[in-house]
Structure formats: structure tokens, C-alpha cells
């Protein structure tokens, strides 16, 4: 099939795919006991899942819900976004980031990235309007953005800021969601990812840090006088109808009635997915993060020193990363001699990806009149860069096979 190329592990040979998610007998018998158990959609194990996440980030709230793309396309329905609205979004990232922004009918604004692939402080200052209702910054690979730096910029457009609705004139600037999808468990001044943005958007797809299969999850840290326990309710709601009880709370005898106060989306999270997630959530800081971290190390000593190669970001004085992608850059190669790398590598069974083709690049983007020449930083960048395979199951022995076939790769097409 098309997928096997992403999901299918061989274990028998030093060959590897890219990232295939870690299904082991535990996470096959927490989904079996889920389907055993009568109740497989939103349930205890969806509100578990929820409790931990909040707990993990140091949050006072979390919902899951069956995508990021969904969870934060609720976001900016609730914060009254739509036509003639500004959101600012970084070039440098996957489509999802600027698609919602397009489904609510407002404008991406994109900005170019930094040499560690983040929005660029500057270019984001540069790129605030009145209009803008909206920021989100990407940890693109797993690196923390500098939320604190976009929350104080955030805070400076207030004397200017155009507020349409209650909501928006309650927080009086552009709301700071943190595209997390890549960044679980990773580090900023201290304290998780989820504890620095407004609202942060984690994604558990399949290829992600954290599975469920597909899901996602928002962390709540709106300053006061917003309310956690408030808006958990009101995005239980919107994802579910606007239905005013869900399906559990309809459980008790008799309580069949319920309202719709408005006509909300389907975006909730099932009870197979959590009992996944609460497999995956158990042994994440302890077994996968350090896993992951160790791949990233041994590609770091091979590659660092090299002057073939530009070696990503994996912790610095402010953030450690949480390890989702190698995110590595050939020094001096151009986008098809990069390509042909990726071919040479492909020769020796070694599974790579390219993270991620700047939204100007894309025919979609294109249509709607981006250019990938004001975005120069990004395509830089990106004809340079080649993702190498990480995950849990992913050995030392693999890894070295990885880091042979991208040197030999590189000596035969690019000589030295
Ligand atoms: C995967 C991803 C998303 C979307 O996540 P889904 O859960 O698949 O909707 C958003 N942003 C980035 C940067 C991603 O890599």
C-alpha cells in the first residue's frame, strides 16, 4: 500500500521506514479493554486522558478532541474570527496551521522563520495589524517558538487593537495559539509546553510524539477573568452539537432531555483513542522522550563538526526540544541537488522526509497570491533540509545505517 513506506517497521533487516507509531501489546490490550468495557465514544477514559494532560502541562485545563486541526479551528470560531480578520502564521510550517485560518473565511499572514525554523520575532512585529485577531507561532520539529517573546508582542498591540465581540474585547489584543502539534512534552523556561501561549494545540496523528491514531488536544491558559472550567464546558459543547449534555451525562435514567443552544461542530475524541493515549501518556517522559532524545544525540555526534551538514536545535540556554523530528540541513546544496540526495538515500532502503515544503510552494497558497520570494529565510531552509527517521523502536544499529547511507549519499552526489 501507499503508507508503507511511513508505517511498516522491519525489524529483520538494518532498513528503515520513517515513523511508524509504537503499537506494542500494552496499547493493543488498553484499546481491547476500551471495546470490552460497552462504552467506546467520549467517556472515563477520554476524561482520564483529559486530567492527566492537564496535569502533565501544568494547566488547569485540557479538552481532547479528534484532531489539532479540528481542536484549533474551534479555537478561532470562538474567538469571532472570520472575514476581513488577520492571522499571523509562519510560513515554515504544515498546511493545517493556515488551512483553519482559511475555513473560518479570515487571512493567513504569513511571516518568515529564523535560522532555528520559528516565526521570526521581527518579521511577526513587523507583520501586526489592527486587524490581527490571531497569532500562531509553530514549534516546528518539537523546538519551542519563543512564546514569551510572541505573548509580549501580542500584549503591545492592545493600544491598537480592533475588537469585534465580548470575547475579544475581554482578552483586548490577538490571542496567542501555540501550534504544539510537534512539541508535547517539551520544555520553555522551565515548564511544559502548554504553560506559555494563550492556548496551546497539541496533535496525536499517528506520526506524532504521542498518539491516539488521530487526535488532538487544547491546554486552556487564558489570564483571568477567562475561566478554565468555563470554556472546558464551552468547548465540550461546541464539539458536540452545541448539544447542552453529552452522551454521558445522558446516561442516568431519565435524563433524556437535553437542548441545542447553537448550532456547534462533531470534533470530540473517543474512548479508544484516549485508552491509546493514556498508554502512550504513562510512559512518555520516562521511555519515549528518552528514547527519542538518545536517536537525536547519536545523529547530533555524527553529523555535528561536519561542515557537510547543518545540525538542528535540540536545546538551548531557554528550551529543550521534545525530539520529533531530526530536522537536519546540507550545507551548501541546492533544492534539486538536495533531491537527489533524498534519491541516493532511498537507494539504500533509508526512509527520509522533507519537513516541510513552505506554504507558498503549495498550489493552494499559490492561487491566493503567496510568493516564496518574500519568504526567503523559509525556502532556504527547506531546499536544504532532509528529516531523518525517529522513533521509540528505532535502534542504535539502524540509526548508524541511517547516518552511513546520508554520508555516502551526500559524497556521491555532491563529491567529498
Ligand atoms: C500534524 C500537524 C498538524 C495537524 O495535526 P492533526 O492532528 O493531523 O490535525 C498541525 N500542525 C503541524 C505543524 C503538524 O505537523
Given amino acids: ?63 481532547a478532541l479528534n484532531s489539532w486541526t479540528n481542536a484549533c479551528e474551534l479555537v478561532l470560531r470562538w474567538y469571532g474570527i472570520g472575514p476581513g480578520d488577520e492571522v499571523i502564521v509562519p510560513s515554515y510550517t504544515y498546511c493545517a496551521s493556515a488551512n483553519i485560518v482559511l475555513h473560518v473565511g479570515a487571512r493567513p499572514v504569513l511571516v518568515d522563520v529564523a535560522d532555528d525554523f520559528t ?169 519515549t522522550l528518552v528514547r527519542r532524545k538518545a536517536i537525536c544525540e547519536r545523529y547530533h555526534a555524527a553529523f555535528s563538526g561536519d561542515p557537510r551538514f547543518l545540525v538542528p536545535t535540540l536545546r538551548d540556554d531557554l528550551r529543550e526540544s521534545s525530539y520529533h523530528l531530526y530536522m537536519l540541513r546540507l550545507t551548501a546544496a541546492s533544492e534539486p541537488q538536495r533531491d537527489a540526495v533524498i534519491e541516493a538515500i532511498a537507494q539504500r532502503a533509508v526512509s527520509v522526509n522533507v519537513h516541510f515544503q513552505p506554504l507558498p510552494l503549495l498550489t493552494a497558497y499559490k492561487r491566493l497570491g503567496y510568493r516564496i520570494e518574500d519568504h526567503p529565510n523559509a525556502y532556504r531552509h527547506y531546499a536544504r533540509e532532509i528529516s531523518l527517521p525517529v522513533y521509540y523502536d528505532l535502534s542504535d544499529a539502524q540509526v548508524d545505517t541511517v547516518v552511513e547511507a546520508v554520508r555516502a549519499s551526500v559524497a556521491e552526489v555532491l563529491g567529498a
Avoid at 25 to 30: E, G, I, L, R, S
Fill in 119 to 287: 516565526m521570526d520575532l521581527e518579521a511577526l512585529r513587523r507583520a501586526i495589524t489592527p486587524r490581527a485577531k490571531c497569532i500562531i507561532p509553530v514549534d516546528i520539529g518539537g523546538l519551542p517558538a519563543a512564546q514569551d517573546a510572541v505573548m509580549r508582542i501580542a500584549e503591545e498591540q492592545r493600544g491598537i487593537f480592533t475588537a469585534r465581540g465580548d470575547v475579544q474585547a475581554q482578552l483586548g489584543r490577538a490571542l496567542v495559539l501555540s501550534d504544539a502539534a510537534h512539541s508535547f512534552g517539551a520544555t520553555l523556561l522551565g515548564r511544559k509546553v502548554g504553560a506559555q501561549a494563550d492556548i496551546t494545540g497539541f496533535s496525536f496523528h499517528a506520526v506524532k510524539n504521542l498518539t491516539t491514531a488521530e487526535g488532538g488536544a487544547l491546554a486552556f491558559n487564558l489570564p483571568a477573568p477567562f475561566d478554565a472550567d468555563a470554556l472546558y464546558a464551552l468547548f465540550n459543547t461546541m464539539s458536540l452539537h452545541g448539544q447542552s449534555k453529552d452522551a454521558l451525562a445522558k446516561t442516568k435514567p431519565g435524563a433524556w432531555r437535553y437542548d441545542v443552544e447553537f448550532p456547534g461542530w462533531k470534533c470530540n475524541m473517543t474512548d479508544l483513542q484516549a485508552a491509546i493515549g493514556l498508554v502512550e501518556l504513562d510512559r512518555y517522559d520516562a521511555d
Fill in 1 to 63: 500500500t501507499t503508507f508503507d513506506g511511513l508505517y511498516k517497521i522491519d525489524k529483520t533487516t538494518a532498513q528503515c521506514t520513517f515513523s511508524p507509531p509504537r503499537i506494542d501489546d500494552q496499547v493493543v490490550q488498553a484499546v481491547s479493554d476500551a471495546l470490552r468495557s460497552g462504552w467506546i465514544t467520549t467517556g472515563p477514559r477520554t476524561k482520564e486522558f483529559e486530567r492527566k494532560l492537564a496535569a502533565y502541562c501544568g494547566v488547569p485545563r485540557v479538552i
